[in-house]
């Protein structure tokens, strides 16, 4: 199971930093991840970092200004935000897979982040 924290409202050149703790067998963790939805929009992308190596990867739209990483002593990952636009408006869900050949799963509740202009 998956617990996603940190959302909040923020203005726009502002900085928040997501968490998502792990609960449960997060020994055959492969890979966490982000993902979020704004209003009326699919649920896109955003980055997924592998739990193992560290190896990271971002969305096009959040490189440079997002960054992810874990802890592994904490079974916690995180999605530090800077330079928050509007765009980024949406509710943060934070996934998992056990294997690179899975889709990622896990969905929580998400945590919303709110960039006013």
């Known amino acids: 199971q998956l617990q996603a924290s940190g959302g909040g409202l923020v203005q726009a050149g502002g900085s928040l930093r997501l968490s998502c703790t792990a609960s449960g067998r997060t020994f055959r963790l492969y890979e966490m991840g982000w993902f979020r939805q704004a209003p009326g929009k699919e649920r896109r992308f955003v980055a997924a970092?592998?739990?193992?190596?560290?190896?990271?990867a971002y969305a096009d739209s959040v490189k440079g200004r997002f960054t992810i990483s874990r802890d592994n002593a904490k079974n916690t990952g995180y999605l530090q935000m800077n330079s928050l636009k509007s765009d980024d408006t949406a509710v943060y869900y934070c996934v998992s897979r056990m294997a690179p050949t899975q889709d990622f799963g896990s969905w929580g509740q998400g945590t919303l982040v709110t960039v006013s202009s």
């Open positions: 970092v592998t739990w193992s190596t560290g190896s990271t």
